[in-house]
């Protein structure tokens, strides 16, 4: 048995207008969204969801984005999680993982047919816990990390720029950290019609304590502060509002969210068992396409003729520019990527 106890804030920071972030606590179980303000509760069969999503865009098209992600993730799990006969980690991951790439297909579809938001797009950091072990899909820079014994570890990887360069060799993550391109990413939902979901996962123990949260949170709040945080502050209502208010005390540049969760029970090994805790990446995910597709909401009339044809926007800034300037970056940085990479094949 494993059981769970969860709380989750977002907040708009110092400097933004509106909030772009959304965060989602369910139990796939019960098929309840209302999780997050209650005591422990067990994991039932079905496994339970936590999901942060950081919307981009500019006006409300962020907003609607994010938001958009967190339904059509929890729906689509919903229709055809709920109704599959095999729940093996396996197929829970597989789940996972479509319904990411469906919620990509129709915020790109409706980003399409509306041109007052196009180019909308989100980050989505989505947790899937099913009995002793968590599976981890991201999509962008949101992230996860997990706290055992007051050590913090993350175990997400951003879909970045810094984070490519920093895989290459290119730079470090302290240089990466204070760059001006931090805020460059690779993939988000929407923008593209197909997008590349990054599957892992961690084994559980009694104590861990799960932290997901925007970059409006993790830009701010080093790693090894969150480890000390969800050490002197147990109580979860106390280290959301601790976090949150550390990363306004820090400027507060962009929106905050975090969503906190620990785990207990007597199905998961003590504290201080073996097992590492890591970027676990999940093996052989491949399986037939099958599902329950989800509906997508009706479309308007089309929209009158673009003046140019409409390109590829990832990477993307989000920094809430218009579709044509996100475009414009887009294709700059592609080439710079594309000679990068040139340049570390022929070293």
Sequence with gaps: MTRITVRARTDLGRTRDHNEDTFLVADLTAGSTDLADKGPHEVGP???????????GGAAAGE????????????HLSESWSNEPDVSPERFTWHLRKAVERANEHIHSYSSEHPDVRGMGTTATVVGVLGTSLYLAQVGDSRGYLVRQGVATQLTKDQSL??????AGELTEEEAAQSERRNIILQALGPDSKVRVDLTYQELHRGDTLVICSDGLSGQVKREEIGQLVVTHPDLDTLCDHLITLAN??????NITAVVARFDGDGLPPPGGDGEVGYNVVPGVETPNEGVPVPVPPPLPPPPPLEEPPEEILPVVREGLPPTTMAAIGTGLFLIIALLLFMLLRR
């Design 64 to 75: 609607l984005a994010s938001s958009m992600a967190a339904d059509l993730i929890f729906r």
């Design 46 to 56: 079905r496994g339970s969801l936590f999901l942060v999503a950081d919307g981009m």
């Design 249 to 254: 005390e820090r400027g507060g540049p962009d």
């Design 162 to 167: 810094m984070q490519r360069l920093v895989d």
